[in-house]
């Protein structure tokens, strides 16, 4: 509980603080990398600026699991829609990411369907480079068979996952 509260101490001093790295981001084209802290998911994405405010973030993401004595990939296919609050030093944002987890490994193929709702903020330490930290709320339906991700069949699990991101812009 103390770490929540200092970090909600951080976070709201930051957004006091006006001003930003850059100005204008629409347009702007970012390819990144976020590491989950809970999930153990690598995830490669690109970030699309619409506007100063919206953005759309298509991703992909792959990890190693085992099913029973075999080795299997998962592979998380998702695509993001991102609200930008405000640019301060570091700017909070809002959004929805869906992703399809699907795993295949031998003759079996299964598929999760996860919905998250993000909260977040990024900070650009340059025009080019941005690092940012998010909360996801998930909402997750696993396969109907059985999903190996999560050790279970055909269940519905709310859970949370905490992520770093870290983003090299194009342009």
Known sequence: MKKLLILV???STLLIMEGSAQTNK????????TGS???QTN????????SNDFTVEPQIGFRSIDIEDNSATAWKL?????YRVRDFVV??????????????GGDESYSDIILSFVFGGE????EWFSVGAEMKLNYIQTDEDFSPTYDISDATIFGTEQVLNIRVYLN
């Open 123 to 126: 900070y650009f330490v340059s």
């Open 26 to 33: 629409a347009g702007k084209v970012g390819i990144g990398y």
């Open 91 to 104: 700017t909070p944002y809002l959004g929805v990411r869906f992703q399809d987890n699907i795993v295949s």
């Open 78 to 82: 998702g695509l993001g829609l991102v």
């Open 43 to 50: 995830v490669l994405g690109m970030t699309f600026f619409l």
């Open 37 to 39: 802290l809970s999930a």
């Open 9 to 11: 101490i951080i976070l």
